[in-house]
C-alpha cells in the first residue's frame, strides 16, 4: 500500500512538474478564450487553464474571427447560430459558439449545422438532433427525423419506427421497411407513412393503422390534412380522404402535371379536362370545373384574399367567389384582385385606374378621374382605409373604415404616417396649408403658408404666413399667438418664449406669452428671456436701455406668475434652479434665492461679499481675494475659502487646486480675470493649468484626494475626470524633466493605481490598466491590485483596435520577461506554459492555404496601419502584435527631429484633426508595390539587426508627410533610420472625405535585413 501512494504521489509530481516545464516554440495571444501553440512543426489550442482543448479549427472557421466579416453575435435565442467555429480534436469534431462557449464538446463523428432550428449529429453510429436547448432524443438511434418536435422517426437496425420525447420511449415499435412524413409542412400532421411488405400505409403516432398497407408510395404531392396524394396503385395517383376513406381514381397527371394542389384549410383544388374546380376539407366540390384558375389563400396579412374569399380566373379573366360557390365579382376583369385590408374592399386594375368593390362585389366610387389607395402598414391595425380620389385637377378622399367621403376640393393632399393617420391629414388649397382629420372635419383651416405639428397628441399647431409663425390652438379652433413672430418655442408650465421680427444675437428681442395667448412680456429690443432650470420654475427678464444701457431684471415666477424687480447691476444665471449670483457693489457679488427672495449670507460674506458668484449645479462658485470655493443654498462654504481653483463635475466629483511656489512668472489659462467673463466661466475652465498642485473633494467637500499631485497645461481640465467615476492623478517625473508620471483614483479617493508611471491605459473591458514603468509593462484591476508588476518586456495583445484609448487586453495574457513568453490569468497567476516567442492566433496555411510570398509579407506588416505596437517583434495579418504605447495625433507635440522641411526646420503641425480611416485612403504614387520599392532602394542596412520598425505620419491635404515618428525599436539606428526614408518620401495622393482632401494617419513597416 505504502508503495503504491509513494508511486501515486511520484506520478502526481512528474506530472505536475511536466505541466510545469511546457515549452512551446509560440504562442499567441488569447481569442474566444484560446490560444495557439507551437511545437516544432506541430500545434494546437488551450484553453484559459493551460489545457489542451482542440487541434484545429476547420472549414475556414478562423476567417470568421476577422472584423472584415462583420459581428458574430446574433440575437434570436430561439435559433442555433448562423456562424460557429468547427473544431477538431483527434479526430472527432466540435462546435464554438460566436463567443467561444462551447456549443458541442469535440466528441462526434460530423455536424450537420446547414439548419438553424436543429443540428444532425452523429456519434459511433447513432444519430440526434441538437438544438439551442439540448439534444432532442438519447444517441440510440441510427437515424432520426423531427416530425412535430415531439414525434421522430427514428431507425434501428435497419427497421423503423416512432419515438416519443416527452414520454421517452418508442409509441410505433421499429418493425417498417421505411417512413415518411411531410416534414415540410406549415400545419404539422398526427400521421405518418410507413413501409411494410413493400407495400405503404398510413398509421398515427399509436401504431394504428389508418389506410391498410397496399399502396405505393412517392415523396411529392405530399400534405399533412385529411387528403392523402402521394400514393399509387396501378400507376395511377391517388387522392384518398383520411376521413371518409373516399378516393379519385382520375388521369389528370396525363394531361396536368399539377393537377391537383392543396390550399388553405384543408381546400383543394383539381384539375377535370383542363379545367379546375375548388373541393373544401370534406372533398365536397365547391365551384365547378369551369376555371382557368382557382387560388383560396385565407390570407390575414392583407396580401391575398382573406378567407372565405377566393381568387378566380376563367377565360383569361379574374374574378372573386367565396367558398358556398357564390359569385361575388364575375371574372370579366383583366387584372386579379387584390384585398384592401383597411375598409375590406377588393380592387383591381381597370385600363390602368384603380377600382374598388364591397364585400358583396358592389362597385364603389365610380364616375371619378382616377383612385389611389394609401397603403398602411400592419403595425398599425387601427389605422384607416383611405382612397385618394382625384377629379377635374383636385383632391379628396374616402375613408372606407367609416365610409365617409370627402369630395375633391383640394390641390393637394399628405397622409402622414399611419401612427397619426388616426388624427391629422395635411391638405393645401391653392398654396395655403392646413389640416383636417380622416374623416373630413377641418382642424387648421387651409390659410396660413405652413403648419406644423410635433407631437400628434398635442393641441397646438405651429402655422406661420411669410417670416412670421403663431400658434394654432386646435381644441379652441382659433390662433392664440399671432403670425407675427420670428420665432415660438413652447416652454414648460404653459408658457411660449417668443423673438420679435427683429431679434438677433446682439439685439435680443424675446417675449413670454401664456397658454391662453396672454402677452406676459411683449417682445421689445434689447429684451432677454432666460430660463434658469430645465423645469422653468423661474425666468430672469433683462431689459436694457438704449440710452442709458443700464439693465433692469424682473424675476417671473412661472408656477404662481408673480414677477419681482430685482435692485441690482448684473445677475449671472448658472442653471442652478433656484439660485442667482447678484451684484450688489462694484465689484462685489452675492447669492440670491429666488424661493426666498432675498440674499444669503454665511461664512462666504464674513468680512465682505466676493468678488464672484456662480450658480453652478445645485451650488455655486465663489472667488474671495483670489481664492475659490464651493458654496451651499445656506451660505456655508465647502473650503474656507482656502483654494486658488475649484471645479465641480457632475457626479459629485470637486477637483481643488494650489498654486505652486513660482520660480518664474506663472501662467494660467482660464482663469477669468474680470466680470465679463464670469459668464463663459464653465468654457474657460475647460482649458489647462500650470504650476498647481491639486487633489479631490467629495460632495460633501471632503478632501479624499490630498493636494499632492501636479497640473498640466496641456491636459484639459475636463480631462481630470474619466467617465465621470475615475481621477487622474499627475505628478513631474523628477528623473525626466518636463514628463509626467500618472496614476487613477476611484471616486471615493481609493487610489487605484499610484502616480508613477509613464503610461496608465484602461483595459477595453474597462476591468483593468495596462502601465508603463521605465520601459517595462504591467497590468493592474480596476479594484488596484496588481495582477502583474511592471517588469515584463512586453506584453501580447490582440486585435487591431489600440489607439491608445483603450487596450485590447484577454485574459490569460502573455508578458515577456528574462527573454521567455508566459501565460497569466486575471489573478496574476501563471499557466504552466512558457513560450520562447510570440506566433498569430491563425496559423499560416488556415488562410485558404495561400503561400506567403515576400510581397504577400509586406502587405500583411502593412496591415498594421490600423496597430500601434512598442517593443514590436512582428504584426501579422491577424492584426496580433505586442503592447504598446498610444498614437500620436496631429495635436500632439513631437519631438523636433520628427520631420524636417526644405528650410531644415520642424514643420508646423496642423491642428485640424488626422483621421484613421477615410473613403479613399492616401496613396503613394505608384501604389503599394512602388512604395516596397523604393524603402528597399532608400534603406541603409543596419549590422547584424534584422526585423520590423513600424513608422506613424500623417499626409496631410497636399500629400506631404508630418509628424514622422518611430512606434518601436529593435536595436542600432533603426528606428532613427525608418523615420528619415519615410521623411524624404515624395509627395502622396491625399486622402479624401466627404470629396474633400483631409490629414490621414498611416503607419507602415520598414523591414531591416542583416547587411551582407
Known amino acids: 500500500m505504502k508503495s503504491f501512494l509513494f508511486l501515486f504521489f511520484l506520478t502526481a509530481a512528474g506530472l505536475f512538474t511536466s505541466a510545469q516545464d511546457s515549452l512551446y516554440d509560440g504562442g499567441s495571444p488569447f481569442v474566444l478564450g484560446f490560444a495557439r501553440v507551437e511545437k516544432g512543426k506541430d500545434y494546437y489550442y488551450i484553453d484559459t487553464l493551460g489545457r489542451y482543448a482542440f487541434d484545429r479549427f476547420l472549414n475556414g472557421s478562423t476567417l470568421l474571427l476577422s472584423d472584415e466579416n462583420g459581428s458574430l453575435h446574433e440575437g434570436d435565442s430561439t435559433l442555433l447560430p448562423e456562424n460557429t467555429l468547427l473544431v477538431s480534436r483527434k479526430g472527432r469534431l466540435g ?7 462551447w456549443l458541442l464538446q469535440p466528441e462526434y463523428d460530423s455536424i450537420d449545422t446547414r439548419s438553424r432550428t436543429e443540428w444532425v449529429v452523429k456519434k459511433k453510429n447513432t444519430q440526434s438532433l441538437f438544438t439551442p436547448s439540448s439534444f432532442l432524443l438519447p444517441f440510440r438511434f441510427e437515424e432520426v427525423y423531427n416530425m412535430n418536435g415531439r414525434y421522430f422517426n427514428v431507425r434501428l437496425q435497419d427497421q423503423w419506427g416512432v419515438y416519443d420525447r416527452e414520454a421517452n420511449r418508442l409509441t410505433v415499435p421499429c418493425s417498417y421497411e421505411d417512413m415518411d412524413y411531410c416534414y415540410g409542412c406549415e400545419e404539422k400532421g398526427d400521421y405518418c407513412f410507413a413501409k411494410k411488405n413493400g407495400k405503404w400505409g398510413v398509421i398515427d403516432f399509436n401504431n394504428n393503422v389508418l389506410l391498410p398497407f397496399e399502396y405505393d408510395h412517392e415523396h411529392s404531392n405530399m400534405r399533412s390534412d385529411e387528403w392523402v396524394e402521394c400514393f399509387y396503385q396501378n400507376g395511377k395517383q391517388l387522392s384518398i380522404n383520411l376521413r371518409t376513406k373516399e378516393t379519385d381514381t382520375c388521369n389528370c397527371n396525363e394531361t396536368n402535371e399539377n393537377e391537383e394542389e392543396k390550399m388553405a384549410g384543408g381546400f383543394m383544388i383539381k384539375n377535370k379536362n383542363g379545367k379546375y374546380g375548388l373541393l373544401n376539407a370534406q372533398g365536397r366540390l365547391i365551384l365547378d370545373y369551369q376555371y382557368d384558375y382557382i387560388r383560396y389563400d385565407a390570407d390575414t396579412s392583407g396580401t391575398y384574399l382573406p378567407a372565405p374569399f377566393a381568387a378566380i380566373t376563367k377565360n383569361g379573366k379574374s374574378g372573386v367567389a367565396d367558398t358556398t360557390g357564390k359569385i361575388i365579382i364575375p371574372p370579366i376583369y383583366m387584372n386579379a384582385f387584390s384585398y384592401m385590408k383597411q375598409g375590406d374592399l377588393f380592387y383591381t386594375e ?17 364616375g371619378y378621374d382616377s383612385l389611389e389607395r394609401t397603403d398602411m402598414p400592419d403595425d398599425y391595425p387601427d389605422a384607416p382605409g383611405l382612397i385618394k380620389i382625384r377629379q377635374n385637377g383636385l383632391l379628396g378622399f374616402y375613408n ?3 365610409k365617409t367621403l370627402v369630395k375633391p376640393k383640394y390641390t393637394h393632399i399628405h397622409f402622414f404616417d399611419a401612427q397619426q393617420a388616426h388624427s391629422i391629414i395635411n391638405v393645401q388649397a391653392g398654396k395655403k396649408e392646413g389640416y383636417i382629420d380622416v374623416n373630413g372635419k377641418v382642424i387648421v383651416p387651409p390659410v396660413y403658408d405652413h403648419v406644423f405639428q410635433d407631437n400628434p397628441d398635442s393641441d397646438l399647431v405651429s402655422v406661420s404666413r411669410g417670416e412670421g409663425q403663431g400658434i394654432y390652438r386646435i381644441s379652441q379652433q382659433k390662433l392664440i399667438i399671432p403670425t407675427i413672430y420670428q420665432d415660438v418655442t413652447v416652454l414648460q408650465q404653459r408658457l411660449f418664449w417668443v423673438q420679435g421680427k427683429n431679434g438677433n444675437d446682439n439685439n435680443k428681442c424675446e417675449g413670454l406669452i401664456d397658454f391662453s395667448g396672454k402677452v406676459l412680456y411683449a417682445p421689445v429690443p434689447y429684451q432677454e428671456i432666460e430660463v434658469m432650470d430645465s423645469v422653468n420654475r423661474f425666468i430672469l427678464v433683462s431689459r436694457r436701455d438704449t440710452h442709458t444701457s443700464k439693465i433692469t431684471y424682473t424675476l417671473f415666477n412661472a408656477l404662481t406668475r408673480e ?6 447691476d448684473t445677475i449671472l444665471i448658472g442653471g442652478n434652479a433656484d439660485l442667482l449670483g447678484v451684484q450688489i457693489a462694484k465689484g462685489r457679488y452675492a447669492l440670491y434665492d429666488a424661493v426666498a427672495g432675498k440674499i444669503v449670507k454665511g461664512a462666504y460674506t464674513q468680512n465682505g461679499y466676493p468678488e464672484v458668484v456662480y450658480p453652478y449645479n445645485n451650488n455655486a462658485l465663489v472667488m474671495k481675494d483670489g481664492k475659490w470655493d464651493i458654496i451651499r443654498k445656506d451660505g456655508s462654504t465647502f473650503f474656507h475659502l482656502q483654494y486658488d481653483f475649484v471645479q465641480l463635475f457632475p457626479p459629485g466629483i470637486i477637483m481643488v487646486a494650489n498654486k505652486k511656489a513660482q520660480e518664474e512668472k506663472e501662467v494660467r489659462i482660464g482663469d477669468p480675470a474680470v466680470v465679463d467673463s464670469i459668464p463663459r466661466i464653465t468654457e474657460a475652465r475647460g482649458n489647462g ?3 498647481y498642485v491639486y487633489g479631490f473633494a467629495d460632495s460633501t467637500g471632503k478632501l479624499v484626494v490630498p493636494l499632492a499631485y501636479d497640473t498640466y497645461e496641456w491636459i484639459n481640465i475636463r480631462d481630470y475626470v474619466n467617465n465621470d467615476t475615475t481621477l487622474l492623478l499627475l505628478k513631474k ?20 493605481v499610484p502616480a508613477e508611471y509613464k503610461e496608465v491605459i484602461p483595459t477595453e473591458d474597462k476591468k483593468g490598466y495596462l502601465v508603463i514603468k521605465h520601459n517595462k509593462y504591467g497590468i493592474i484591476s480596476a479594484r488596484g491590485k496588481t495582477i502583474l508588476p511592471a517588469e515584463f518586456d512586453s506584453i501580447l495583445y490582440s486585435g487591431q483596435n489600440f489607439w491608445g484609448d483603450a487596450a485590447p487586453i484577454t485574459f490569460p495574457v502573455a508578458a515577456l520577461k528574462d527573454g521567455v513568453y508566459r501565460y497569466y490569468d486575471a489573478m496574476g497567476r501563471p499557466l504552466p506554459c512558457r513560450l520562447k516567442g510570440t506566433i498569430d492566433f491563425t496559423p499560416p496555411y488556415d488562410v485558404r492555404d495561400l503561400s506567403i510570398t515576400e510581397s504577400d509579407e509586406w502587405k500583411s506588416l502593412a496591415a498594421a496601419d490600423t496597430t500601434t505596437a512598442s517593443n514590436i517583434g512582428t504584426v501579422n495579418k491577424t492584426g496580433v502584435g505586442t503592447a504598446v504605447v498610444p498614437p500620436v495625433s496631429a495635436e500632439d507635440v513631437l519631438p523636433e527631429d520628427s520631420a524636417v522641411n526644405e528650410q531644415g526646420a520642424p ?9 484613421t480611416a477615410v473613403a479613399v485612403m492616401p496613396q503613394y504614387p505608384g501604389g503599394e508595390k512602388a512604395l516596397q520599392q523604393y524603402i528597399k532602394t532608400h534603406l541603409r542596412p543596419q549590422k547584424a539587426v534584422q526585423g520590423n520598425v513600424l513608422v506613424a505620419f500623417i499626409v496631410d491635404k497636399k500629400g506631404k508627410i508630418r509628424a514622422a515618428h518611430a512606434l518601436n525599436d529593435i536595436g542600432g539606428s533603426c528606428a532613427a533610420e525608418a523615420v528619415r526614408v519615410v521623411q524624404t518620401m515624395p509627395d502622396w495622393i491625399p486622402g479624401k472625405q466627404n470629396g474633400a482632401t483631409v490629414n490621414v494617419r498611416r503607419v507602415i513597416p520598414v523591414i531591416f535585413m542583416p547587411e551582407k
Open 563 to 568: 414677477q419681482t424687480q430685482l435692485p441690482y
Open 907 to 915: 514643420p508646423a503641425v496642423s491642428k485640424e484633426p488626422a483621421y
Open 400 to 402: 372606407a373604415s367609416t
Open 733 to 752: 517625473d523628477s528623473n525626466d524633466y518636463g514628463q509626467y508620471l500618472k496614476g487613477c483614483a476611484a471616486a471615493d479617493g481609493t487610489i487605484i
Open 95 to 101: 462546435l464554438l459558439s460566436p463567443e467561444g462557449k
Open 689 to 691: 493649468l500650470y504650476n
Open 350 to 366: 381597370v385600363r390602368g385606374k384603380e377600382r374598388f368593390f364591397d364585400k358583396k362585389g358592389n362597385l364603389i366610387l365610380p
